[in-house]
């Protein structure tokens, strides 16, 4: 589900709802405005385009301003200049919390990396980004503290910086055929640097929670959660996830990838540039586990359908590319798997109010937009 930031825009939302409606439009050419608006709100997890709003007004004004203290510790380790302020961009994610820090030199996108898995210092991570950036990629540059190193603890957290990048709002599929090549074209660029890696990221390799599917089901159903129901009603669709690639290896070996490729992470300048961020999660893969990855966040759209004309131009952008296969897809199942597992067992151990009334927002968002087999394999026959 998408996220909606701590002080949300709702000119932003307009403009998302707009570049989603050039990609609807790939498949349904009577697509409307209201249309687009309607499947980005189902996005951000709000029945209409009405109930975002109201979510909008509600949220502003919602940014956390970080102590002057903290916010000096952070400029001063990094050699960012004098501090003016430091607020929050977006609630904490799966791995911590995004920040905007400005200082007499500039605008600067921190954030805390408590809970990256697998853990690392981010030093052969911040390699692979400058490579891709030198070779064409546009991301937010990463910043060294004055020591040399990349992450720095500071206040009980462990931070990143990198510079700001001034663009858009993310993107959401689906995405217009137009985009998706150039997304093709930046991950062959990204796969084309054959940065090493000495394993494949074992988020995308194995399950990682211990309880069964029905396991956790039986938990939410005696906690009373409300989204239960919406669990039990899911575990086929987890089961059919479980199913592909399951006994198949992978057939190459891994390279470094971003690993988050998603229109989430993805944001246009005013030049009209694809600016790429979300590089924290990168690691291992084999380049066709990462490719298959991207045409499935880019182009089945959240009811499920695959947007052809978004598919192929990715693809075509892609080239030369070996053909797919579902097993291809092993790497997309089990992230997801991890994902949502780690979903629920938040969802489960919520118990603030305002947490509760996300997760529960979450959780079922989730739960019901999971990709099927079917769509994997008509993405595979465009391959």
């Known amino acids: 589900m998408k996220t909606l930031p701590d002080n949300p825009n709702l000119d932003h939302l307009r403009r998302q709802a707009k570049d989603l409606l050039a990609g609807l439009r790939d498949t ?16 951000y997890g709000f029945r209409t385009w009405t109930d975002l709003k109201a979510e909008v007004d509600r949220g502003r004004s919602g940014a956390v301003v970080a102590g002057h203290a903290l916010a000096e510790q952070i400029a001063n380790r990094y050699g960012l200049g004098a501090v003016a302020a430091m607020r929050s961009l977006a609630r904490p994610d799966e791995m911590g919390r995004r920040w905007l820090l400005e200082t007499g030199q500039g605008r600067w996108a921190v954030r805390t990396v408590d809970d990256v898995y697998p853990v690392t210092d981010g030093e052969e991570n911040t390699r692979f980004q400058e490579a891709a950036l030198q070779a064409g990629v546009t991301l937010p540059r990463p ?14 957290h462990r931070w990143r910086v990198y510079t700001s990048v001034r663009s858009g709002p993310p993107l959401a599929a689906p995405v217009s055929a137009t985009v998706t090549r150039t997304v093709g074209e930046l991950l062959a ?19 990682l929670s211990t ?35 399951d ?34 999660h990168a690691a291992g893969l084999p380049p066709q586990w990462e490719l298959a990855a991207v045409l499935a966040n880019w182009a089945i759209d959240p009811d499920g359908g695959v947007n052809e004309a ?22 997309t199942a089990i992230g997801l798997q991890n994902y949502v597992a780690g979903q629920v067992e938040l969802a489960l ?12 927002r979450n959780v079922r968002h989730v739960l019901t937009h999971l990709p099927s087999r079917a769509a994997l394999e008509e993405l595979v026959s465009y391959s």
């Open 28 to 43: 349904r050419p009577e697509a409307t405005l209201a249309d687009a608006q309607t499947s980005l709100a189902r996005q």
């Open 143 to 156: 910043v060294r503290s004055l020591d040399g190193r990349v992450v720095e603890r500071i206040g009980g």
């Open 189 to 207: 660029i990204v796969h084309g640097l054959r940065f090493p890696a000495a394993e494949i990221c074992p988020w995308n390799n194995r399950r």
């Open 211 to 245: 309880r069964s599917w029905a396991e956790l089901a039986g938990l939410a159903t005696a906690k009373g959660a409300g989204w239960a129901p919406v669990l039990t009603a899911a575990l086929p669709a987890l089961a059919e996830l479980e199913s592909i690639g």
């Open 247 to 280: 006994g198949h290896a992978a057939t190459a070996e891994p390279v470094m990838c971003h690993n988050n490729f998603t229109p989430g992470n993805v944001r246009v300048d005013g030049s009209k540039t694809l600016v790429v961020s979300g590089w924290e």
């Open 310 to 331: 978004g598919a192929r131009a990715l693809l075509d952008g892609y080239r030369p590319a070996r053909r797919l296969n579902v097993a291809d897809f092993r790497g």
């Open 349 to 360: 151990e919520a118990t603030d109010a305002e947490d509760v009334r996300f997760t529960d």
